[in-house]
């Protein structure tokens, strides 16, 4: 196989030594629906149909082909000069059952997502009108400490430029994992990384403005408080006290606690509210709540609202 597998971008076939697939039809996960949508900023379509990114420390190419689930798994760089192409990385040499877990945890492919569609679609005629143009939207299962640090820094911002802000991050404070194409590759950055006394600082020099200071302020509220595995933890907390500790955070507000809650710590019932989450209530569903501004009364209320129409995991659907 070629040093540098991200050329091989027209078939997973071309190289099957190096890939794996998992069985994943499209109505339980759409690769370009998902890792698009903002849950995540560490993927990029590579190539068409193909999707490359950061997670657990490695870098993945991923891609659909039927009713497969395709990844490939790159490990980091040589050490050796000698060895090296232009900037290429080596195969992983990772077991093949760990990376099926890290993907199905990731996914959270355990949960099936068509019988999902079908109760939501019962109970709402809205949601049935348009999850036929969205099949396999789920909700990914995200590192607890990248989540939260990335979502900081989602306030009044959009996707691009968001995922632009994220990619500086992790190039000034991550872990070099590898180079593909040209294109260098870092781990997202540990806590300890971010509470260096110069932090606030050169996060504002990479253009993080005031998020800067919400960044390493809970990076060391964090640090010196619950730590990243109590963090972690949370997920085996009720989802009030998992969004109460988080909100105590600098720089993080209901809709912020409530993505993390959402996309790392396992509160399927999270619904981040937003001004568009709230028009959608207000005009589509007739939902009479707040005045001309999204109140934290009008917040909650509408996540109840939602809740009650679409059950337990009506986190999950309100991202279809």
């Given at each position: 196989c070629s040093p540098t597998p991200m050329k091989l971008r027209d078939t997973p076939?071309?190289?099957?030594?190096?890939?794996?697939?998992?069985?994943?039809?499209?109505?339980?996960?759409?690769?370009?629906?998902?890792?698009?949508?903002?849950?995540?900023?560490?993927?990029?379509?590579?190539?068409?149909?193909?999707?490359?990114?950061?997670?657990?420390?490695?870098?993945?190419?991923?891609?659909?082909?039927?009713?497969?689930?395709?990844?490939?798994?790159?490990?980091?760089?040589?050490?050796?000069?000698?060895?090296?192409?232009?900037?290429?990385?080596?195969?992983?040499?990772?077991?093949?059952?760990?990376?099926?877990?890290?993907?199905?945890?990731?996914?959270?492919?355990?949960?099936?997502?068509?019988?999902?569609?079908?109760?939501?679609?019962?109970?709402?005629?809205?949601?049935?009108?348009?999850?036929?143009?969205?099949?396999?939207?789920?909700?990914?299962?995200?590192?607890?400490?990248?989540?939260?640090?990335?979502?900081?820094?989602?306030?009044?911002?959009?996707?691009?430029?968001?995922?632009?802000?994220?990619?500086?991050?992790?190039?000034?404070?991550?872990?070099?994992?590898?180079?593909?194409?040209?294109?260098?590759?870092?781990?997202?950055?540990?806590?300890?990384?971010?509470?260096?006394?110069?932090?606030?600082?050169?996060?504002?020099?990479?253009?993080?403005?005031?998020?800067?200071?919400?960044?390493?302020?809970?990076?060391?509220?964090?640090?010196?408080?619950?730590?990243?595995?109590?963090?972690?933890?949370?997920?085996?907390?009720?989802?009030?006290?998992?969004?109460?500790?988080?909100?105590?955070?600098?720089?993080?507000?209901?809709?912020?606690?409530?993505?993390?809650?959402?996309?790392?710590?396992?509160?399927?019932?999270?619904?981040?509210?937003?001004?568009?989450?709230?028009?959608?209530?207000?005009?589509?569903?007739?939902?009479?709540?707040?005045?001309?501004?999204?109140?934290?009364?009008?917040?909650?209320?509408?996540?109840?609202?939602?809740?009650?129409?679409?059950?337990?995991?009506?986190?999950?659907?309100?991202?279809?």
């Amino acid at each position: 196989c070629s040093p540098t597998p991200m050329k091989l971008r027209d078939t997973p076939s071309a190289c099957p030594s190096l890939w794996r697939w998992l069985p994943c039809p499209p109505a339980e996960l759409r690769l370009d629906l998902v890792l698009s949508s903002g849950q995540s900023f560490r993927w990029w379509e590579s190539s068409p149909g193909a999707w490359t990114g950061v997670l657990g420390g490695r870098v993945w190419t991923l891609r659909q082909d039927g009713d497969r689930l395709w990844y490939t798994v790159y490990g980091e760089e040589d050490e050796h000069e000698e060895e090296r192409d232009e900037c290429p990385a080596k195969a992983a040499k990772l077991n093949a059952a760990e990376t099926d877990r890290i993907l199905r945890d990731y996914f959270q492919l355990d949960v099936g997502l068509s019988p999902l569609y079908h109760a939501w679609g019962a109970a709402d005629p809205l949601f049935r009108k348009v999850a036929n143009d969205f099949p396999g939207v789920r909700v990914l299962r995200q590192d607890p400490v990248e989540c939260l640090f990335s979502f900081i820094c989602t306030s009044n911002n959009h996707i691009s430029r968001i995922t632009a802000m994220i990619e500086r991050l992790c190039q000034a404070f991550g872990r070099r994992l590898c180079c593909l194409d040209s294109r260098p590759f870092h781990a997202f950055p540990s806590l300890s990384a971010l509470t260096g006394a110069d932090a606030e600082a050169r996060l504002r020099a990479l253009g993080f403005g005031y998020r800067a200071k919400f960044v390493s302020g809970s990076a060391r509220a964090i640090a010196e408080g619950l730590g990243s595995e109590g963090l972690c933890q949370l997920r085996t907390a009720p989802y009030a006290e998992a969004r109460r500790v988080l909100c105590a955070l600098p720089g993080v507000g209901a809709k912020v606690a409530d993505c993390v809650c959402l996309l790392s710590l396992d509160k399927a019932e999270a619904v981040p509210v937003d001004t568009h989450v709230w028009h959608i209530a207000r005009q589509r569903y007739g939902v009479a709540l707040g005045g001309k501004s999204l109140t934290p009364r009008a917040y909650q209320e509408i996540g109840d609202f939602f809740r009650g129409l679409w059950g337990p995991r009506a986190g999950w659907a309100q991202a279809v």
